[in-house]
């Protein structure tokens, strides 16, 4: 069984400061994808990563998959309160495969 | 993407009662797939919905509990038997589309029971 561990689990921070979430696995993965969800809503596709070494960048966010395709992580540069919410990150073995879930980081951002 | 739409948004139910919960894709979907979720937590798969076959469930979850259909490409149904307060949770679905790595997600189903 494939595990996700992700890290930290809770996350409370000022506004304008940075951060990054870490997802680590012993066992390598085809793709690599990132959500965030909000209270009352369904999680939210962020970014899919399927290249060892890949970085994706989304506005503040920077999305990096490991050279191994084990660990992957998400930067969040100067934070705003906007980006408080659920963020999971998610592997899959294989394209159209069902998803192994970290478990997941709670951020908050206080104005 | 597709747009999914989940129906009831929520409930609250007694135990002992069954709730059917519906999933709309907007789309003919390749991959169907319900899921579990306390609130601020990770997500726990409960089945993949195979279309025109039995579902295909995970380790602790069985049909008799929680039986699925999926009579088309668009459309799944879960069903929570005999609920217990343990039953409480969000229900979510979600799908892929052709051979795509990525995964959409419902807005989800708040399920309480009393």
């Known amino acids: 069984t494939q595990l996700l561990e992700q890290s930290p689990q809770f996350l409370s921070i000022q506004e304008g400061e940075n951060l990054t979430v870490y997802c680590n696995s012993s066992s390598v993965f085809s793709s690599l994808q990132w959500y965030r969800q909000e209270p009352g809503e369904g999680p939210v596709l962020l970014v899919t990563v399927v290249t060892g070494g890949e970085v994706k960048k989304l506005k503040r966010l920077t999305f990096q998959f490991g050279d191994a395709r084990k660990d992957s992580s998400l930067h969040i540069t100067a934070a705003q309160p906007g980006d408080t919410g659920l963020y999971l990150c998610?592997?899959?073995?294989?394209?159209?495969?069902?998803?192994?879930f970290g478990e997941g980081t709670q951020l908050t951002v206080n104005p | 993407s597709a747009v999914i739409s989940q129906k009831p948004s929520r409930d609250i139910c007694q135990r002992g009662t069954s709730l059917t919960i519906q999933c709309q894709v907007d789309s003919q979907v390749t991959m169907m797939f319900w899921y579990r979720q306390q609130p601020g937590q990770s997500l726990t798969l409960i089945a993949t919905a195979n279309q025109g076959s039995e579902a295909t469930y995970e380790s602790g979850f069985v049909i008799d509990k929680f039986p699925i259909s999926r009579p088309n490409l668009t459309f799944s149904t879960l069903t929570v038997s005999n609920m217990s307060p343990e039953d409480s949770s969000i229900y979510l679905c979600?799908?892929?589309?052709?051979?795509?790595?990525?995964?959409?997600f419902g807005p989800g189903t708040r399920l309480t029971v009393t």
């Open positions: 998610a592997g899959a073995e294989t394209s159209g495969s069902r998803l192994t």
């Open positions: 979600s799908m892929i589309a052709g051979s795509s790595y990525e995964q959409y």
